[in-house]
């Protein structure tokens, strides 16, 4: 509400220095026709103010159908409708600003534009695709409407059209999106697996390789493709070469990477890269992990005073909930001491269940397990696991 008024406002201070600037040289007809115009601003502010937001949206429709002096903050109060989630009022408005009669090219097409992301909003994406579609034609807007155009695909989930516009996208404005690409062959790859057609999945994971070498999903898509095939020490080296791209995903494929040393009979040789890769990752997992081995191979004790060693340098809850769980295991038979460590145990995991733990780098959005897309932003790669004493 705080920023419709605003917007309003802007706009209504637009027109009085508008007024001012030009009050010797307006005919007495344009200045009557302008204070009709702000009184009809007045009455849809007062809507507003008073929360009646259908009557409020009622004189700006009015408004928007008979004067184009005010078409840019009527065409922003649409977005912010869009953006409020009042997706039918944003569109009435920006209807009503297309079918003003004497609208410039340049004001149908920007309006258009945003009709064409309130259908986007409102899950009309047919109307959307089309409305988009025909808007890359006009050249001023062409990579404005093909960015949109791209969003409507990855809405349909049609990768394949979103990689062409996409790439068209980069060519007409410049901007690079080797990383979105990526992820829709990505997501190509993963529809084909779905399928069992592993000759195009893998096709389509050379490409999100080739258009971003770094593409860590891929790799760890092409490493859980080995592993589930028993290819085990493939898998091993697809792993290692994620954790080379960015080891920021490392928490979500430590346990994988174990399961595949294991089954090669070469867990001493993952305990020695498990010891060095704490040197320089920043989160909890890979003492976890390296914890769970040391309990399997030299038993609980062992395991115990290292991860109360790595607590020290490393303050991490899900660190502290091991070393408890580790504690119940090794006093099972002693009553008193269960009873106190299943209290705190409980505590902790109460505690570790509310928080979420990964996060969008660019929007904020928490989530417990990993998005490739980000559910809020939509973004591809930025949903990432949280580091903290709370988190990894
Ligand atoms: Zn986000």
């Not at 869009?82 to 039918?88: M, S």
Request: aromatic share 10%.
């Amino acid at each position: 509400m705080i920023e419709l008024v605003g917007a309003i406002l802007a706009a209504l201070i637009g027109i009085m220095i508008g007024i001012n600037l030009n009050k010797f040289k307006i005919e007495r007809k344009n200045l009557k026709r302008l204070e009709k115009l702000n009184h009809s601003y007045f009455k849809g502010l007062n809507y507003l103010l008073n929360d009646d937001s259908e009557r409020a949206i009622d004189v700006f429709i009015e408004l928007a159908k008979t004067s184009s002096e005010t078409f840019e903050p009527q065409l922003a109060l649409g977005n912010l409708y869009r953006r409020k989630g009042e997706v039918d009022k944003a569109i009435k408005l920006h209807q009503s600003l297309i079918s003003q009669p004497n609208l410039t090219e340049d004001y149908r097409t920007k309006a258009l534009l945003a009709m064409g992301k309130d259908y986007m909003s409102a899950g009309l994406l047919d109307r959307a695709e089309v409305l988009f579609t025909e808007l890359v034609e006009i050249e001023a807007y062409t990579p404005e409407a093909l960015y949109s155009l791209c969003e409507v695909y990855q809405q349909e989930q049609d990768w394949a059209d979103a990689i062409k516009a996409a790439s068209r996208y980069e060519v007409v404005s410049g901007r690079k999106m080797t990383n979105d690409i990526a992820h829709f062959n990505c997501e190509l790859a993963e529809k084909h697996l779905l399928n069992n057609d592993n000759k195009n999945a893998q096709s389509y994971l050379l490409s999100a390789l080739s258009t971003n070498p770094k593409c860590v999903r891929a790799k760890l898509i092409q490493a859980r493709e080995f592993r589930e095939s028993k290819k085990w020490k493939k898998a091993i080296e697809a792993y290692h070469q994620a954790i080379e791209f960015d080891d920021v995903f490392a928490s979500e494929y430590l346990d994988d990477m174990s399961f595949c040393y294991a089954q090669l009979k070469k867990c001493k040789l993952f305990k020695e890269f498990l010891l060095e890769f704490i040197q320089t990752y920043q989160g909890i997992s890979p003492v976890l992990v390296l914890a769970e081995i040391y309990k399997k191979d030299d038993g609980i004790a062992k395991a115990e005073q290292f991860v109360e060693e790595q607590l020290v340098s490393k303050p991490s809850v899900r660190g502290l909930d091991l070393l408890l769980k580790l504690n119940l295991q090794k006093n099972a038979k002693n009553t008193d001491d269960v009873t106190k460590f299943q209290v705190l145990e409980q505590l902790v995991n109460k505690l570790l269940d509310k928080k979420p733990n990964h996060r969008c780098r660019k929007c904020g959005f928490g989530a417990k397990k990993l998005h490739w897309q980000c559910p809020s932003c939509k973004s591809w790669g930025t949903v990432k696991p949280i580091y903290g004493l709370e988190t990894e």
